[in-house]
Structures are given as C-alpha cells and as structure tokens.
C-alpha cells in the first residue's frame, strides 16, 4: 500500500457520471485523494495505477466489463483492494467477489446500487 505525504489514493471506475461524483465526494474527506475513471482503459493509463490503496470498480463499463478489469489487475499483480459495485443481482456480485479472490485480487467486497457513504467506507475499512 503506498502512501504519498500521508494520503491515501482511490480510484473510482464508474461511468455514469452523477454516480461516479457522488462516490468521489462520499471518499474525498481525511487522508484520501480521488482519481474517477470513467472507462477501464482510463484506469489502466493512469500514471498512478500501482498506487491505488483502492479501486471502487463498478461491474459495467461501456469500454470492458469488470471482469476484464479485474483479470488485467491481476496480471499487473495489483495490491489495491478492490470493491465491486453494480446494479446487477447480488448472484453476480456474489460471483465477482469469488471471481477476484480467485484470480489473486484483494476484493473487499461488494455494493449493491444505491449504497450509503456509510456502506461505502464501512466496506472500505474506513471510519465513518
């Protein structure tokens, strides 16, 4: 887990726009600063990539699915912990959590859509 100057860096990998601020504002307090991706390929350019503490991944995305994503951090042997998001059925989060574990990732957990900031960081590990 790397640290720059004391802060921690998320990123959030959402494409609605609205839900991806509202995660941003519900993450930007304390310690933590905020990358918000709106495609998984941006996620991959992102110079910061290997020193995320956390990717909030939502399961669809227009450019590859969160499965893609979650395999190409594998293979980058990423360290980030992992919280998948979705409005799918909880079946397949419950199948994305088992899919990243499986794989090497530290998957946290899952959300279902709408979640709360308490959810959120309350499957984050974070304090309220």
Do not use: W
């Amino acid at each position: 887990m790397t640290r720059v100057l004391g802060r921690q860096k998320f990123a959030v990998v959402e494409d609605d726009p609205f839900m991806a601020d509202v995660v941003g504002e519900m993450l930007s307090c304390g310690d933590i600063d905020v990358e918000i991706f709106a495609l998984g390929a941006e996620l991959f350019d992102s110079p910061n990539l290997m020193d995320f503490e956390a990717i909030v991944l939502d399961l669809t995305l227009p450019d590859m699915g969160g499965f893609d994503v979650m395999d190409k951090l594998a293979d980058m042997s990423s360290s980030s912990s992992i919280l998948v998001t979705s409005g799918h059925d909880p079946a397949t989060l419950a199948a994305a959590k088992i899919y990243g574990r499986g794989i090497g990732l530290k998957v946290r957990g899952v959300l279902t859509k709408p979640f709360s900031r308490a959810e959120l960081l309350a499957a984050l590990g974070l304090p309220a």
